[in-house]
Nanobody, 121 residues
Framework: QLQLVESGGGLVQSGGSLRLSCAAT????????MGWYRQTPGNQRELVAS???????IIADSVKGRFTITRDSAKNTLTLQMNRLKPRNTATYYCNLVGKPGGESSTTVYWGRGTQVAVSP
């Protein structure tokens, strides 16, 4: 069973930077898209950024120009570089992967356990 392991969260002052990493514990038949979502208490999980199988990216308007998502297919990792962080970016950030574990499998959605990001004023 594939697992997604996040790292890189922490506490940073407003204007600072953090780099989140997500490592998939094994390869699967096909990866359609990988992305980062975030969630705050009482709110729904929302997309921050994603990258699909051919490298196309989606970046949330609120973080465009500050956050960059990259995927290393060879290393099976996903990175979110977050610059000029703001207090409103405080959330739990989750790594996400959508793909097929095997050639005959159904498309499956995988989630990491989340990493906490806190931005102080």
């Amino acid at each position: 069973q594939l697992q997604l392991v996040e790292s890189g969260g922490g506490l940073v002052q407003s204007g600072g930077s953090l780099r989140l990493s997500c490592a998939a514990t094994r390869r699967i038949f096909r990866v359609d898209v990988m992305g980062w979502y975030r969630q705050t208490p009482g709110n729904q999980r929302e997309l921050v950024a994603s990258v699909d199988f051919d490298g196309g990216t989606i970046i949330a308007d609120s973080v465009k120009g500050r956050f960059t998502i990259t995927r290393d297919s060879a290393k099976n990792t996903l990175t979110l570089q977050m610059n000029r962080l703001k207090p409103r970016n405080t959330a739990t950030y989750y790594c996400n992967l959508v793909g097929k574990p095997g050639g005959e499998s159904s498309t499956t959605v995988y989630w990491g356990r989340g990493t906490q990001v806190a931005v102080s004023p």
